[in-house]
């Protein structure tokens, strides 16, 4: 099981690894999310934790689910956005 720093790195990494697949800048994800420019450079520095609805809106706007990012590897990451 993970603690809950491990949990929060693994996740800062594939938001951020996925975001960056997708070309995406954190505005961009901030843009198409609605979620805050300076939330999402917290959570990707593993800073800080959103809510599940915040962390919801990220996953759909990255095309993933909030599984797949807290996975070791997220399990699809779309080529186009």
Known sequence: ?????????????????VRQRLGLTQMDLARVSGVPQAAISR????????????????AEALETSMDALHREAPERVPAEF
């Open 1 to 17: 099981m993970l603690t809950k720093e491990e949990a929060r790195n693994r996740l800062a990494i594939n938001v951020r690894r």
């Open 43 to 58: 959570l990707e520095r593993a800073e800080g934790l959103l809510n599940s609805a915040d962390l919801h809106n990220i």
